[in-house]
Nanobody
Framework: QVQLVESGGGLVQAGGSLTLSCAASGRTLSSYALGWFRQGPGKEREFVASINPNSVTTYYASSVKGRFTISRDNAKNTMYLQMNSLKPEDTAVYYC???????????????????WGQGTQVTVSS
């Protein structure tokens, strides 16, 4: 069983930056595709970014492309989301997610992810 724990959320002014981390325990993540999703107030959970096990393939939602960067350090069993030029509309609970063993393709679809963290709140003030 994989446990995922997000950290790094907080309150930031518009235009600022935050880096989220997702630490895994219970199993190495080096063979898992991973992703970040977010859920704003009154909204459905939406895709943010995804990365395959060797970091060659990354996908981004159009709303964050050019501002956010997903990365991973398999040696530390950790994934990151560097968020720059934050906007109030980026306010949400951010979740990290992992696909199941053997599924190495990055994916936009939350239905393809088997493991989820509890989320970390990001609030961007205007």
């Amino acid at each position: 069983q994989v446990q995922l724990v997000e950290s790094g959320g907080g309150l930031v002014q518009a235009g600022g930056s935050l880096t989220l981390s997702c630490a895994a325990s219970g199993r190495t993540l080096s063979s898992y595709a991973l992703g970040w999703f977010r859920q704003g107030p009154g909204k459905e959970r939406e895709f943010v970014a995804s990365i395959n096990p060797n970091s060659v393939t990354t996908y981004y939602a159009s709303s964050v492309k050019g501002r956010f960067t997903i990365s991973r350090d398999n040696a530390k069993n950790t994934m990151y989301l560097q968020m720059n030029s934050l906007k109030p509309e980026d306010t949400a609970v951010y979740y990290c997610a992992g696909r199941g063993s053997g599924y190495t393709s990055a994916s936009y679809y939350k239905e393809n992810y088997s493991y989820w963290g509890q989320g970390t709140q990001v609030t961007v003030s205007s």
